[in-house]
């Protein structure tokens, strides 16, 4: 997650607009924004201000694997291209490392918020394979995976090509049943 990523996940994890932000720093929200859209990095005195206002601070941890947020910013790129497959390559990636990762990088690697997706089943799928995979291994749930923008109005299946098929029900996790997400467990095994 880069820090300008870690910075507004602080921020809305408090529950707050970048207007109350700006207010508690005694800045304007257009340089909040300026910020969190990436046109300028941050000074350290800026980012000690910002997490120090949220209550929040840095922990670093290097990992050579994809976390939350990386994915859920790599599909939204890949599906602004219209390229389905290497979404579900980025889904993969990261259901892979949760898979094999060591416990508590499993944590940091779920623990940002990702943002919403532009397709509200890759957004799903996201949160599905979180929960699926921790679960799994008897590790805590974040509670960003129960936002209701995390699941889908009725069942369906998330769609990577054309020619594919909806798996029946009973191959479905209950992780991704809950969220009316029709995606084998099968599927997201590696080959």
Known sequence: MSIIAALRT???ARGWDQAELARRLGT???AVSFLERGKRDPRLDTVERWLRATHHRVVVYTSVFPDAVET???INDALGRDDRDRAWRALLDYSDSLAVCLPV?????AAGVPPVTQDETWS????????WRLRDRGLPIPAWVDDPRRSLGQPQPLV???YDLTPELDEVPAEFRRRNLLLSADALKSA
């Open 124 to 131: 799903a799928a996201v949160a599905s394979v979180t929960e």
């Open 10 to 12: 602080a921020r809305e």
């Open 72 to 74: 859920s910013e790599e």
């Open 160 to 162: 990577i090509s054309d």
């Open 105 to 109: 990088e499993c944590v940091l690697l």
């Open 28 to 30: 304007s929200q257009a």
